[in-house]
């Protein structure tokens, strides 16, 4: 029955990609089902209006026209050109968040139901104007009542089960496209629904949204020249988000941030070394910056707004991108060769000099510019479409961050067109692998390994004696032969400690 809602759910969005002449993501799935291909035929037919532009652009206008879930899909296929293709990827891009807002007074009800609390005892000011209106939410300034300037975000109604019905369909869509055309199953279409729906969950619970928000401040707390708002969990729910105001420019805004006499290669340079602080050191990044969500304020500092996206990537995935990024622009491809066959994304048995070439071919192109104009992100969206000819598995963590260096350097090159970042950063890239990969480093990881070990030691050891004694219990020892009379608790009272110390010395000896 649920199949066949989504069948009907389906048509009816076909209707509205034919009417924008985008009906081409369904006919490539449709290709391989005869009854799909029936249904999206006559739809062409009927309802199909030509349009000028690219294919990505006529897509992007109807994913808008779809609504809010819609427009959060075509953000999260921009990140996957190996996908929707290179230039399809680059339209999605610019697909903006943006709807009309919602009537006030619905946000001030909603205000009022998750905190408990009439709007006047938790703030004494409040705009009924939103400054910002979102597929999600929207965002108030507001005053509290102890004369704080505040920007209060209220999600939008019921949008929590418009886009739960919206999620169903598209993951119902996912598993049709991996069940008719099976080499679809390496781009994990799947995972893609997945990663989708773990962006929406924050966004859709906004005390996450403040609690990714107050993780960051913490991380970079001391970090010069950056500062993250503050949370106000008093006047925080799930369906409202209080933080502190930023007053200040867009980081985009040039003539803005000139004439409040701010250092732009400054403000550049610096963006470079946050960058690199929240991806290398800490793992954890702010995974939706572009200008919208930036701002300098009169002190000169960034400061970032709206962490309903972040990313994350484990140690082993950031030595992996430092090696990728220092041996891409060092154009050691046996390097980045290395880094890929160490960490698996590279299955067995492919041909490493082969894939040490492909690496050649898509960094010597990019690499041969001016530095000013080399694009790392896109060197990357490369890297990542090699991935079919080589059997290698998507990683949304990673194109999550490609993403992320793409919109960076939009910024970079907005503030300044003749510098690269990332030639800003590699010096703290290459001093960040000294650290994590010499000598010391490794000592390091010995012992934090070590100590884990240990510290499952004890729980691994219960483990085992209860498992000794249920055999000692059925008369057999854990050999199978019949047991002697004091034989498995003598064994693990004697020899258990003993283990213990000779587990510790080789341990020892190991470092």
Not at 41 to 64: H, M, N, P, Q
Not at 208 to 213: Q, S
Not at 487 to 505: N, Q, S
Request: with cysteine; proline share 5%; hydrophobic share 45%.
């Amino acid at each position: 029955m649920k199949a066949l809602l989504h069948l009907f759910r389906l048509i009816g969005i076909a209707r509205v990609l034919a009417r924008h002449d985008a009906l081409w993501p369904l006919e490539q799935v449709a290709g391989r089902a005869a009854p799909l291909r029936f249904v999206t035929g006559v739809i062409r037919v009927l309802f199909r209006r030509r349009r000028d532009g690219r294919d990505g652009e006529k897509l992007a206008a109807a994913l808008t026209a779809l609504g809010p879930s819609f427009v959060k899909l075509g953000q999260a296929l921009s990140v996957r050109a190996d996908l929707v293709g290179d230039q399809v990827a680059r339209d999605l891009e610019y697909l903006q968040d943006g709807l009309d807002p919602f009537p006030t007074d619905k946000a001030i009800e909603t205000i009022e139901e998750t905190l408990a609390v009439s709007l006047d005892t938790a703030f004494t000011e409040f705009d009924r104007e939103p400054v910002a209106a979102a597929s999600i939410a929207q965002v108030h300034f507001a005053v509290t009542t102890d004369g704080r300037d505040v920007a209060v975000k209220v999600l939008r109604p019921g949008i929590e089960e418009r886009l739960e019905k919206d999620i169903d369909l598209f993951r119902f869509l996912a598993r049709v496209a991996e069940r008719v055309y099976p080499p679809s199953r390496r781009l994990r279409p799947v995972a893609v629904v997945d990663t989708f729906e773990e962006w929406v969950r924050v966004e859709l619970d906004l005390r996450l949204e403040g609690a990714a928000a107050a993780e960051l401040k913490e991380n970079c707390d001391g970090d010069e020249g950056f500062y993250v708002v503050a949370v106000d969990w008093e006047r925080t729910g799930q369906r409202v988000l209080t933080t502190e105001r930023i007053h200040g420019h867009n980081i985009d805004d040039i003539d803005a941030l000139k004439e409040a006499g701010h250092d732009i290669d400054d403000i550049l340079a610096r963006s470079s070394r946050i960058f690199f602080l929240q991806v290398f050191r800490d793992g954890y990044f702010h995974a939706d910056m572009h200008p919208g969500n930036m701002f300098v304020d009169a002190e000169g500092r960034l400061c970032p707004v709206d962490f309903g996206i972040m990313g994350r990537v484990t140690r082993q995935q950031r030595i992996f991108m430092a090696d990728t990024l220092v041996g891409f622009l060092g154009r050691d491809y046996a390097r980045v060769a290395d880094a890929h066959f160490a960490i698996g994304y590279v299955p067995e048995g492919q041909n490493r000099a082969l894939f040490q070439q492909a690496l050649r071919a898509i960094g010597e192109p990019v690499l041969d510019k001016p530095l000013n104009e080399i694009s790392i992100g896109r060197l990357l969206e490369q890297l990542f479409r090699t991935t079919e000819r080589f059997d290698m598995p998507a990683q949304p963590d990673l194109l999550l961050l490609q993403k992320t260096m793409l919109v960076a350097e939009g910024v970079g090159r907005v503030l300044n067109p003749t510098v690269n970042m990332w030639l800003l950063a590699r010096p703290l890239i290459e001093e960040w692998m000294i650290a994590n990969r010499g000598p010391e480093a490794r000592v390091v990881q010995t012992v934090r390994d070590t100590m884990e070990t240990l510290e499952r030691l004890p729980r691994t050891l219960r483990k085992a004696e209860e498992t000794l004694e249920r055999l000692s219990e059925n008369g057999m020892t854990a050999d199978g032969n019949l047991r002697e009379p004091g034989g498995i608790r003598g064994f693990t009272t004697v020899w258990g400690p003993i283990a213990i110390l000779a587990l510790l010395a080789a341990i020892a000896f190991s470092m």
